[in-house]
């Protein structure tokens, strides 16, 4: 019989071209297959709305604490309309990005101060964190190689190298201050072998989740 497990939060982070799009697909179907069901998303983005706000946030210019603001904006109106209604209904959610990305990018790589984007945390998600945090890390050089070699670059893929080493050094500062929920993948190993990592990772995570009533 399929076990009944508790609902958790999944949450994928990275710098662009690290490889994050290509696993959660794998990550959606290795959960499915062992009977969880879950609401796969993505920030910003997730709603009707935050498309919207996506579609702004990825090909205009804007202020700094702008672009943070209208990402916390896109993120309320997700956790409003997709994250805690499916948590509520007992299911998993996997979201393409979350705050740690808001650190990292505009905190990090852009230099908004971190205490207004705690600040913002403290105000959106007082009392939602993920689960469980994969975040891909390369060196930058086979990021950028990756994303050249695939697809036409938005706003933030634009950055210099200087802006992603920051936003780099900020996911990788946060996977140490929370070393309970992030799990740190060395994406430059081919996506077979990540893929019978994250597997490990899943599996314990589901082990850890069975329903006991
Ligand atoms: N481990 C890997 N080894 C080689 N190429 C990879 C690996 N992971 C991803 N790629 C390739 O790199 C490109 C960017 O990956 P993607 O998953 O879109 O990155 P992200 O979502 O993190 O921006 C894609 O063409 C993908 O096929
Ligand atoms: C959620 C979030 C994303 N971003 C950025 C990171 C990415 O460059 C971009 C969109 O993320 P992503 O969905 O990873 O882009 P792609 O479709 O190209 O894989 O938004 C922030 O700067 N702050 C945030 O809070």
């Known amino acids: 019989m399929t076990p009944h497990y508790q609902p ?4 994928f982070e990275g710098i662009d ?3 994050k799009s290509t696993h ?3 990550v959606t179907d290795y959960l499915q297959q062992r009977g969880v069901t879950l609401v796969s998303s993505r920030e910003p983005g997730g709603t009707s709305l935050g498309e919207k ?4 946030l990825l090909h205009e210019k804007m202020h700094l604490e702008t672009e943070a603001l209208l990402m ?7 956790i409003a309309q997709v994250i805690a209604p499916a948590l509520e209904r007992g299911e998993w959610v996997i979201s393409d990005r979350f705050s740690d990305a808001s650190f990292a990018y505009q905190g990090g790589g852009r230099g908004m101060d971190l205490r207004k984007m ?7 998600h007082p009392h939602l964190q993920p689960d469980l945090t994969f975040l891909f890390d390369v ?6 190689a990756r994303l050249d070699a695939t697809r036409a ?3 933030f893929e634009q950055e210099q190298a200087d802006f992603f080493a920051a936003t780099r050094n900020e996911y990788l500062r946060r996977a140490a201050q929370f070393p309970q929920r992030f799990r740190i993948i060395d994406s430059t190993q081919s996506i077979a072998d990540i893929q019978v990592q994250l597997a490990q990772l899943l599996d314990v995570l589901l082990e850890k989740s069975i329903a006991t009533c």
Do not use: N
């Open 8 to 11: 958790r939060f999944i949450t």
């Open 17 to 19: 071209g690290a490889g």
């Open 24 to 26: 959660i697909g794998f």
């Open 53 to 56: 706000l996506r579609e702004l």
């Open 72 to 78: 916390f904006a896109s993120r309320r109106e997700h």
């Open 118 to 124: 705690e600040q913002l945390e403290a105000w959106v």
């Open 139 to 144: 060196p930058l050089a086979v990021a950028r």
């Open 153 to 155: 670059l938005d706003k």
